[in-house]
């Protein structure tokens, strides 16, 4: 087939720049319905017909905008979302907030009215370019086309440069970047067949395009790679004690790696996917207050970004420690109190080798000081065991037994559940709720894909994040992929509603939405505004009551649902679903 090329701008310039996305690796586009956006989306539609993309689609583009971050998180790839012109844009200023402090790679391609209607009060027509501020870290206004030659390779140079932001464009670290994009009617015309495109079908190399300089206004919103300092290489010693490992949000496996190469403490929080390991500290919030602990650290390392304790910001902020803080891919480095004393990029064991801490594999010294947290945070987190009278006849042993499986579902024995039921295949997604507190205090260490949006620690976009999370990492098996389980409160569940929503012609996961039900926003009993005790108006304008149905709530969205009461029912309600599944378990207040 001889490529074509159509009469329609628009059309044309979606083309020249989905299909250099496609060169440079791009295989998710989320999209929102919008006429603005018409020609992107038709384009992105047909090529997912031919095989050349994964598409999705979402009416609400907040929704729609945290499903892009999941597949981000997942498959630590860009993701480009596709929307209308006017608020559509502003509602993805969530997401994009969130994918900015936690450094995950998203690509805006806003549609916008052209030069001529803006400021006039046009319709659906507002100052789109650079609306995200610094939470994008490069934005650029690309005129409408008008037919010219020039137009496919300054797409094309539009794309790799949006590309290169989007990955490495705060200090070498990805995050998000906005493409605002500006077309005349016809806003789309019939689709033309690439030379790049059909390259791709047939498997052969596409060779790169040489670009003109395009006509677009772009702006640095933050620090580019080019112009960033460049980070340091940090040397650090065991010792034979005083030094602990923390690992926040993002930390990943690294941090587990470095604990025992430094024959340190672990003390790694839930969501961080360093909670595993001979090192690992569950306890540590009661062990920093404990003499002999805490007041015995004298140097910290840390990982990822710390958000579910208050006992770790104030133990880097004390004077008598010395922080060294890896950076993360977040837009911000970690620093509380201002005490932080060294700020690494890359973390190096000095043991006689330059080996990175990620591959030292042995344990080191220290093992009384290790053996003395570990030891001590196990005699906490573990119960004792339940003390069976060895004369009960079986009669008496099955009515014991009855009433273990009748218990009351407790915020424990809910997150212990569903920590045992999830395995290394599996993902799972904390939302920002009691739960994630709860988890981070008392599950065991466990190697499993856990996250959380702990960027900015909102309870927005938890269900679509988690969609996103299970759409990627089961799209390349339909049959051996794990499930996705989301655990969250039942405000953040209601928070996010619309993400239950999945349209004709959309994937539908293995994904199991589990949310415990207390009534409303319980986390607000143990702060400080919840000290003196329940008011009408502390529970009306904090705790926010609802009588919400999630029965009914899933029905109308079309999931299956659960209702959980008991610890029998929990266990049986885990076992993996065959697609989207609803999971209400009943909790008490306090």
């Known amino acids: 087939m001889t ?46 017909r031919r095989g050349l993309l994964r598409l999705r689609v979402r009416i609400d583009e907040r929704v729609g905008a945290f499903l892009a971050l999941g597949l981000a998180v997942e498959t630590s790839t860009p993701v480009l979302v ?29 549609a916008d009215r052209p030069t001529e209607l803006r400021g006039i009060g046009a319709n659906q027509a507002t100052n789109q370019p650079g609306i995200f501020g610094t939470a994008v870290t490069h934005y650029w206004d690309n005129p409408a086309p008008e037919g010219n030659d020039f137009e496919a390779d300054a797409a094309a140079q539009l794309a790799r440069d949006s590309w290169a932001a989007a990955t490495t464009g705060h200090r070498g670290r ?50 580019t790679a080019a112009t960033a300092p460049v980070g340091d290489v940090v040397d650090i010693a ?96 970690y620093n509380p109190g201002h005490r932080v004393a060294i700020f690494a990029d890359t973390l190096r064991i000095s043991d006689g080798s330059s080996a990175p801490a990620a591959a030292q594999h042995t344990q080191r010294q220290s093992r009384a000081w290790v053996g003395q947290w570990v030891f001590a945070s196990r005699s906490i987190t573990d119960p004792a065991p339940d003390e069976l009278p060895v004369d009960l006849n079986n009669a008496q042993f099955a009515r014991r037994q009855l009433a273990i499986v009748r218990e009351s579902v407790t915020r424990r024995m809910l997150v212990e559940a569903v920590w045992r039921s999830t395995w290394p295949h599996d993902r799972l997604v904390l939302g920002a709720s009691r739960l994630i507190r709860e988890a981070d205090q008392v599950v065991s260490g466990k190697k499993i894909r ?30 051996t992929g794990g499930t996705t389980r989301v655990l969250i409160g039942d405000i953040t569940a209601l928070h996010d509603v619309g993400a239950l929503l999945l349209g004709g012609g959309e994937i539908r996961p293995r994904i199991q939405v589990i949310v415990g039900n207390d009534g409303g926003g319980t986390i607000f009993d143990g702060l400080e505004v919840g000290s003196a005790g329940a008011t009408p108006a502390l529970d009306r304008v904090m705790f926010t009551p609802h009588d919400v149905n999630f029965e009914q709530l899933a029905a109308a969205y079309g999931w299956n649902y659960l209702r959980v009461r008991t610890r029998g029912e929990m266990d049986e309600a885990l076992a993996s679903s065959a697609g989207p599944q609803l999971i209400e378990v009943v909790l008490a207040r306090l």
């Open 450 to 479: 856990v996250h959380a949006n702990r960027g900015l620690a909102g309870i927005d976009g938890t269900i679509a994040t988690a969609l996103g999370i299970a759409l990627a990492s089961q799209a390349t098996s339909s049959t």
């Open 82 to 110: 596709i929307t209308t012109s006017g608020t559509a844009v502003a509602n993805l200023h969530p997401a994009v907030l969130e994918a900015h402090h936690s450094g995950v790679p998203l690509i805006i391609a806003s």
């Open 174 to 223: 990805p995050g998000p970047v906005q493409v605002n994009l500006a077309f005349r009617e016809p806003l789309s015309g019939p689709i033309p067949v690439s030379a790049a495109s059909l390259a791709r079908e047939s498997n052969a190399a596409i060779a790169p395009s040489s670009a003109s300089a395009p006509a677009v206004q772009s702006v640095p919103t933050a620090p």
């Open 3 to 48: 490529p074509s090329r159509s009469s329609v701008p628009a059309t044309n310039l979606s083309v020249a720049l989905i299909d250099e996305y496609l060169a440079l690796g791009l295989r998710d586009v989320v999209l929102s319905p919008g006429s603005r956006s018409q020609a992107l989306a038709l384009v992105a539609a047909e090529y997912e």
């Open 238 to 333: 065991p010792t034979d004690s005083g030094t602990v490992v923390i690992a926040g949000a993002g930390a990943g496996e690294h941090a587990e790696a470095a604990a025992r190469a430094l024959g340190a403490p672990l003390l790694a929080e839930v969501s961080s996917g360093a909670h595993f390991g001979p090192n690992l500290v569950v306890a540590y919030r009661e062990l920093l207050a404990e003499p002999g602990f805490g007041d015995q650290i004298s140097r910290i390392i840390v990982f990822g970004h710390p958000t579910l304790s208050r006992e770790i910001p104030a133990l880097i902020s004390r004077a008598d420690v010395t922080t060294t803080v890896v950076r993360s891919a977040g837009a911000d480095d």
